[in-house]
Structure formats: C-alpha cells, structure tokens
C-alpha cells in the first residue's frame, strides 16, 4: 500500500533538504556542510558574509539557513537572517558564541528555530537541522494518518536519526556498518515514495500523533 502522500506534498518539498550555511570561518563551516552532506541534505552554498549569502539565495531559495550571527561585512548574521526570513520565509538556526542577553533577544527577533552554542556537536546540529524542516513541513501541509512501509530495523534507525544520530554514530550503537545503515535509510525514501529523510521523520513522528 503506498503512503498517503498527496501530490500537492510532493511538488512542495521537492527540493526542502537544501541549506545554507553563513560562517566566516572556513573550517567551521566545511566541516558543517560536510556533516550536512554525510546525512542526505544538500548544500545550497557556503557564505562568510551577508552578501555572498543573498546571492546564493536569490539562486537557490534554500529553505533552511544555519547562520553565525557574527561574520564579516556591513550585516550581522541577524540583520541577514531578517532579510532571508521576509525575502525568502527560510527557517533559521543560529550559531554563535554569544549567550549575552542583548544577543539573544536580537536573535529571537528574527523567530530562529535554534540558537546553537558554540562550541556544540554534531547532534545538536543535527537536531536543530531537523526541527528546522519540521517547522517548515508543518507550515506548508500539516500530515495526519501517514501509513509508513518500514521494517523494523529500519524503524529502528529512523527513530534513531529522529534522535539526531548521525549515520555513523548509528553504526555504531546498532553494530553494522555505516553503508548499511545507508543503504536502509535509501530503501526507506525508495518504497515510501518520498523525497528526503527530514521529509520521512516528519511524517514517521505525525502518524505517531507527535
């Protein structure tokens, strides 16, 4: 039986695993994207300042935006992230050393779906990542009722990326290799019809009424 995924879902979040990410320090921001990449999401582009991110928006429209909040240029990550937001209405994760409260009430302005810490983990990212498609899946087409083809196993390691675990972590917990833990996560999207993992943990997590 396949999911009950309308059509109207399916032309929406075509292409909603497509991020970018603002860090004016490269290494940081390589070792984001490369994170991002190993777990299925697609890069829109790398930006270390508010004009570079604007042009990549302008050609990409990515739906999430891990930003710093401060890079170098005329815009702060806020005064860029507000742009985004009315611009182009993408969710919004912010990373920053910053924990003073001016900051933060600057940032919680802009209604960022996380303000990450640095420094953080890989699972904090993860998470934010994931509740920022979450947001946006449900702003878009709220899912009910969602009927799911998943063996156990890979209910098992749904649940777990649902959890924030990275590919590899996951491996590791189940004792299997981290291809095969892949290879599940790419029959999972193949037989429900569906177009990323974000997309897939959003409509696992509404049919549990979550």
């Not at 590899?168 to 599940?184: C, N």
């Given at each position: 039986m396949e999911p009950n995924l309308s059509s109207k879902w399916k032309y929406n979040m075509n292409n909603a695993e497509s991020v970018l990410i603002v860090e004016d320090e490269l290494i940081s921001a390589m070792s984001i994207s490369e994170l991002l990449e190993q777990e299925d999401y697609a890069i829109a582009g790398i930006a270390k300042d508010a004009d570079t991110a604007m042009r990549?928006?302008?050609?990409?429209?990515?739906?999430?935006?891990?930003?710093?909040?401060?890079?170098?240029?005329?815009?702060?990550?806020?005064?860029?992230?507000?742009?985004?937001?009315?611009?182009?209405?993408?969710?919004?994760?912010?990373?920053t050393a910053y924990t003073d409260t001016n900051t933060v009430e600057s940032a919680a302005a802009v209604d960022p779906v996380m303000y990450v810490?640095?420094?953080?983990?890989?699972?904090?990212?993860?998470?934010?990542?994931?509740?920022?498609?979450?947001?946006?899946?449900?702003?878009?087409?709220?899912?009910?009722?969602?009927?799911l083809q998943l063996t156990s196993r890979e209910m098992e390691i749904a649940q777990l990326v649902g959890q924030g675990l990275s590919s590899k972590q996951i491996a590791g917990q189940l004792f299997i290799s981290e291809e095969t833990v892949k290879t599940h996560r790419r029959r999972m999207l193949q037989k429900n019809n569906i177009n990323n993992f974000p997309q897939l943990i959003y409509l696992?997590?509404?049919?549990?009424g979550a």
């Amino acid at each position: 039986m396949e999911p009950n995924l309308s059509s109207k879902w399916k032309y929406n979040m075509n292409n909603a695993e497509s991020v970018l990410i603002v860090e004016d320090e490269l290494i940081s921001a390589m070792s984001i994207s490369e994170l991002l990449e190993q777990e299925d999401y697609a890069i829109a582009g790398i930006a270390k300042d508010a004009d570079t991110a604007m042009r990549i928006c302008r050609e990409k429209a990515p739906q999430v935006i891990i930003c710093d909040i401060n890079i170098k240029g005329e815009l702060n990550g806020i005064e860029l992230a507000k742009q985004i937001r009315t611009l182009y209405n993408s969710q919004v994760i912010f990373l920053t050393a910053y924990t003073d409260t001016n900051t933060v009430e600057s940032a919680a302005a802009v209604d960022p779906v996380m303000y990450v810490v640095k420094p953080f983990n890989d699972r904090q990212l993860l998470v934010a990542v994931q509740m920022a498609f979450h947001r946006l899946y449900k702003s878009q087409l709220p899912v009910r009722n969602t009927s799911l083809q998943l063996t156990s196993r890979e209910m098992e390691i749904a649940q777990l990326v649902g959890q924030g675990l990275s590919s590899k972590q996951i491996a590791g917990q189940l004792f299997i290799s981290e291809e095969t833990v892949k290879t599940h996560r790419r029959r999972m999207l193949q037989k429900n019809n569906i177009n990323n993992f974000p997309q897939l943990i959003y409509l696992l997590k509404g049919a549990k009424g979550a």
